[in-house]
């Protein structure tokens, strides 16, 4: 009897292996929001990673022990954000393109995990502003077409509560 239950239980995972290892490894995640503002405005809160902790899921609340740290100079292309963090891991966020009033372009970096593609972009409407944030990137096999499968539910939760946080931010400043 324990013989045929290690046998299923091995024949589960080679499953699982083979599964997350011919399912798609690329990955999109989106979410947007409309915020009644200034596009530049939004845009300092954006391109200024030092203002990230305020307004996104990614800080102290998060993992209590995360440090961050940040490169010389003024925010815009090449500015560069690091954290390290007992729960939430060790990493990098550099951006790669800025354009005021229109959003960023940015590299994520997870230790051991591949690099993921970040835009978040303003779009200026009647009334306020549309932003959407996208991020993409390649998952490897064996576990990575598993993985993908919750990267909508898991990274999109955090994009939704990072641009409520955004727009929270914006009024507060509009307000002063």
Same mark, same amino acid.
């Given at each position: 009897?324990?013989?045929?239950v290690i046998i299923a239980l091995v024949a589960l995972m080679l499953l699982l292996l083979l599964m997350g *290892?011919?399912?798609?490894? +690329? !990955?999109v995640v989106e979410r947007? /929001?409309? /915020? +009644?503002?200034?596009?530049?405005? /939004?845009?300092? *809160?954006i391109v200024n990673l030092r203002s990230w902790p305020e307004w996104t899921p990614w800080n102290s609340q998060l993992d209590p022990t995360m440090v961050f740290s940040y490169s010389e100079g003024k925010p815009g292309v090449g500015f560069k954000s690091r954290w390290t963090g007992e729960s939430a891991g060790n990493?990098?966020?550099? /951006?790669t393109s800025a354009e005021p009033g229109r959003g960023i372009? !940015?590299? &994520?970096?997870?230790e051991g995990f591949p690099p993921v593609d970040g835009v978040i972009e303003i779009q200026q409407m009647k009334g306020g502003c549309n932003v959407r944030w996208k991020a993409s990137g390649q998952l490897k096999p064996p576990l990575g077409g598993l993985m993908v499968m919750m990267m909508d539910s #898991?990274?999109? #939760? +955090?994009?939704? *509560?990072? &641009? +409520?946080?955004?727009?929270?931010?914006?009024m507060k400043q509009s307000e002063k």
């Amino acid at each position: 009897m324990l013989k045929k239950v290690i046998i299923a239980l091995v024949a589960l995972m080679l499953l699982l292996l083979l599964m997350g *290892s011919l399912l798609p490894m +690329d !990955y999109v995640v989106e979410r947007s /929001i409309f /915020i +009644d503002g200034d596009p530049l405005e /939004i845009h300092e *809160s954006i391109v200024n990673l030092r203002s990230w902790p305020e307004w996104t899921p990614w800080n102290s609340q998060l993992d209590p022990t995360m440090v961050f740290s940040y490169s010389e100079g003024k925010p815009g292309v090449g500015f560069k954000s690091r954290w390290t963090g007992e729960s939430a891991g060790n990493g990098n966020l550099e /951006i790669t393109s800025a354009e005021p009033g229109r959003g960023i372009v !940015y590299v &994520l970096n997870f230790e051991g995990f591949p690099p993921v593609d970040g835009v978040i972009e303003i779009q200026q409407m009647k009334g306020g502003c549309n932003v959407r944030w996208k991020a993409s990137g390649q998952l490897k096999p064996p576990l990575g077409g598993l993985m993908v499968m919750m990267m909508d539910s #898991a990274m999109g #939760a +955090d994009f939704a *509560s990072a &641009l +409520d946080g955004l727009k929270e931010r914006n009024m507060k400043q509009s307000e002063k």
